[in-house]
Nanobody, 115 residues
Framework: QVQFVESGGGLVQPGGSLRLSCAAS????????MGWYRQAPGKERELVAA???????VYADFVKGRFTISKEIAKNTVSLQMNSLKPEDTAVYYCYVDFGGQTDWGQGTQVTVSS
């Protein structure tokens, strides 16, 4: 079982920045991907950004050029730097790890972009 510690959510004005961090511990041998999904009210959960084994970084089209994901391999920590935030980025952001078929989720952290 994987334990997560997520931090960095909050309220920010449009155009502002936030940095989310997620530290995973426990049964974390064999991570295939690690990253962030988000879910807005009334919408399905969607991929935001991910790190894949081998170092490939994946981004949803709606965050390209604004968000940057980084991973500290030795610490199993992944961070998401979010710049130029928009009201439509408002959602609960969930950290996850995938072991090639099994996915574990963090508890989520709320990001609200509003003036």
């Amino acid at each position: 079982q994987v334990q997560f510690v997520e931090s960095g959510g909050g309220l920010v004005q449009p155009g502002g920045s936030l940095r989310l961090s997620c530290a995973a511990s426990g049964s974390i041998i064999g991570i295939y991907t690690m990253g962030w999904y988000r879910q807005a009210p009334g919408k399905e959960r969607e991929l935001v950004a991910a790190w894949r084994r081998g170092g490939t970084l994946v981004y949803a089209d709606f965050v390209k050029g604004r968000f940057t994901i980084s991973k500290e391999i030795a610490k199993n920590t992944v961070s998401l730097q979010m710049n130029s935030l928009k009201p439509e980025d408002t959602a609960v952001y969930y950290c996850y790890v995938d072991f090639g078929g099994q996915t574990d989720w963090g508890q989520g952290t709320q990001v609200t972009v509003s003036s």
